[in-house]
Protein backbone atom coordinates (compact mmCIF):
# COMPACT_ATOMS: atom_id res chain seq x y z
CA UNK A 1 0.00 0.00 0.00
CA UNK A 2 0.92 3.65 -0.51
CA UNK A 3 3.21 5.52 1.97
CA UNK A 4 1.53 8.94 1.41
CA UNK A 5 -1.96 9.69 2.94
CA UNK A 6 -4.18 12.38 2.00
CA UNK A 7 -3.90 15.33 3.94
CA UNK A 8 -5.39 18.97 4.60
CA UNK A 9 -2.93 21.78 3.80
CA UNK A 10 -4.57 24.56 5.23
CA UNK A 11 -3.84 27.69 3.97
CA UNK A 12 -5.26 31.42 5.50
CA UNK A 13 -7.19 34.74 5.06
CA UNK A 14 -6.12 38.30 5.76
CA UNK A 15 -8.92 40.90 5.74
CA UNK A 16 -9.09 44.85 5.52
CA UNK A 17 -10.26 47.81 4.67
CA UNK A 18 -9.46 46.99 0.60
CA UNK A 19 -10.48 43.73 0.97
CA UNK A 20 -10.14 40.03 1.86
CA UNK A 21 -7.24 38.09 0.61
CA UNK A 22 -7.04 34.47 0.51
CA UNK A 23 -3.83 32.34 0.34
CA UNK A 24 -1.93 28.82 0.59
CA UNK A 25 1.27 29.78 1.52
CA UNK A 26 2.42 25.99 2.47
CA UNK A 27 0.98 24.42 -0.76
CA UNK A 28 4.06 24.07 -2.93
CA UNK A 29 2.72 23.97 -6.60
CA UNK A 30 5.78 22.94 -7.94
CA UNK A 31 4.45 19.36 -9.17
CA UNK A 32 1.41 20.60 -11.02
CA UNK A 33 1.47 20.57 -14.85
CA UNK A 34 -2.40 20.39 -15.10
CA UNK A 35 -5.60 22.72 -13.83
CA UNK A 36 -9.22 22.01 -14.29
CA UNK A 37 -12.43 22.63 -12.71
CA UNK A 38 -15.81 20.69 -12.58
CA UNK A 39 -18.99 22.26 -11.19
CA UNK A 40 -22.24 20.00 -10.38
CA UNK A 41 -25.18 21.75 -10.96
CA UNK A 42 -27.10 19.32 -8.74
CA UNK A 43 -26.23 18.23 -5.57
CA UNK A 44 -27.39 14.82 -6.69
CA UNK A 45 -24.66 14.22 -9.23
CA UNK A 46 -22.04 11.57 -7.55
CA UNK A 47 -18.53 11.54 -9.33
CA UNK A 48 -17.50 7.86 -7.91
CA UNK A 49 -14.89 6.41 -8.04
CA UNK A 50 -12.03 6.66 -10.34
CA UNK A 51 -8.73 6.82 -8.80
CA UNK A 52 -4.99 6.76 -10.23
CA UNK A 53 -2.10 4.27 -9.75
CA UNK A 54 0.97 6.86 -10.79
CA UNK A 55 -1.23 10.61 -10.58
CA UNK A 56 -1.42 12.30 -7.88
CA UNK A 57 -4.17 14.67 -7.08
CA UNK A 58 -5.27 18.33 -5.14
CA UNK A 59 -8.77 19.18 -4.56
CA UNK A 60 -9.33 23.19 -4.12
CA UNK A 61 -13.26 24.06 -3.47
CA UNK A 62 -14.05 27.72 -5.40
CA UNK A 63 -18.14 27.96 -4.83
CA UNK A 64 -20.32 26.02 -2.65
CA UNK A 65 -19.21 22.73 -0.56
CA UNK A 66 -18.22 19.27 -1.37
CA UNK A 67 -18.17 16.09 0.32
CA UNK A 68 -14.95 13.96 -0.60
CA UNK A 69 -14.41 10.39 -0.06
CA UNK A 70 -11.04 8.30 -0.54
CA UNK A 71 -9.77 5.30 -0.57
CA UNK A 72 -6.49 3.77 -0.52
CA UNK A 73 -6.79 0.56 -2.97
CA UNK A 74 -5.22 -2.57 -2.15
CA UNK A 75 -5.53 -4.16 -5.28
CA UNK A 76 -6.52 -2.73 -8.60
CA UNK A 77 -7.58 -6.09 -10.34
CA UNK A 78 -9.43 -7.02 -6.91
CA UNK A 79 -9.74 -4.62 -4.53
CA UNK A 80 -10.97 -5.54 -0.81
CA UNK A 81 -14.59 -4.80 0.07
CA UNK A 82 -13.61 -3.30 3.60
CA UNK A 83 -11.56 -0.91 2.66
CA UNK A 84 -11.04 2.71 4.76
CA UNK A 85 -13.05 5.26 3.96
CA UNK A 86 -11.13 8.86 4.13
CA UNK A 87 -13.83 11.64 4.06
CA UNK A 88 -13.41 15.47 3.98
CA UNK A 89 -16.06 18.35 3.58
CA UNK A 90 -14.34 20.92 1.48
CA UNK A 91 -15.85 24.11 1.42
CA UNK A 92 -15.01 27.25 -0.35
CA UNK A 93 -15.32 29.64 2.62
CA UNK A 94 -12.22 27.30 4.16
CA UNK A 95 -8.85 27.83 2.60
CA UNK A 96 -7.80 24.32 2.12
CA UNK A 97 -6.41 22.15 -0.34
CA UNK A 98 -6.86 18.26 -0.01
CA UNK A 99 -3.82 16.18 -1.33
CA UNK A 100 -4.80 12.64 -3.07
CA UNK A 101 -1.29 10.94 -3.48
CA UNK A 102 -1.38 8.25 -6.18
CA UNK A 103 -2.78 4.65 -5.10
CA UNK A 104 -5.89 6.32 -3.70
CA UNK A 105 -9.46 6.53 -5.28
CA UNK A 106 -11.72 9.09 -4.83
CA UNK A 107 -15.30 10.52 -4.82
CA UNK A 108 -17.29 13.33 -4.25
CA UNK A 109 -20.74 14.96 -4.24
CA UNK A 110 -22.10 18.47 -4.49
CA UNK A 111 -23.30 19.56 -0.98
CA UNK A 112 -25.39 22.31 -2.39
CA UNK A 113 -26.49 23.15 -6.37
CA UNK A 114 -23.95 24.49 -8.12
CA UNK A 115 -20.57 23.82 -6.10
CA UNK A 116 -17.28 23.92 -7.94
CA UNK A 117 -14.20 22.14 -7.63
CA UNK A 118 -10.64 22.51 -8.62
CA UNK A 119 -8.75 19.51 -9.61
CA UNK A 120 -4.48 19.79 -9.98
CA UNK A 121 -2.73 17.02 -11.63
CA UNK A 122 0.83 16.60 -11.38
CA UNK A 123 0.51 15.06 -14.78
CA UNK A 124 -0.49 16.73 -17.86
CA UNK A 125 -3.16 15.09 -19.92
CA UNK A 126 -2.70 11.87 -21.74
CA UNK A 127 0.89 12.12 -20.04
CA UNK A 128 0.37 8.40 -18.33
CA UNK A 129 -1.55 5.73 -20.64
CA UNK A 130 -3.88 3.81 -18.41
CA UNK A 131 -3.68 5.21 -15.28
CA UNK A 132 -7.15 6.03 -14.71
CA UNK A 133 -9.27 3.29 -12.97
CA UNK A 134 -12.86 3.21 -12.05
CA UNK A 135 -15.00 1.37 -10.03
CA UNK A 136 -18.82 1.49 -9.32
CA UNK A 137 -20.18 4.43 -7.31
CA UNK A 138 -21.69 2.84 -4.33
CA UNK A 139 -19.06 -0.21 -4.26
CA UNK A 140 -17.78 1.05 -1.09
CA UNK A 141 -19.88 4.12 0.74
CA UNK A 142 -23.19 5.68 1.07
CA UNK A 143 -23.65 9.06 -0.35
CA UNK A 144 -26.23 10.42 1.56
CA UNK A 145 -25.60 14.30 2.02
Not at 14 to 39: A, C
Amino acid sequence: MNKSLPKIISGGEYTDERGRLEFFNDFDMSPIKRVYFTTHFNADVIRAWQGHKIESRWFICVKGSFKVKLIEIDDWRNPSEDLKVFEYELSAEKQEVLYIPNGFVNGFKAIEDNAKLMVMSNYGFNEIENDQIRFDQNKWTKWDN
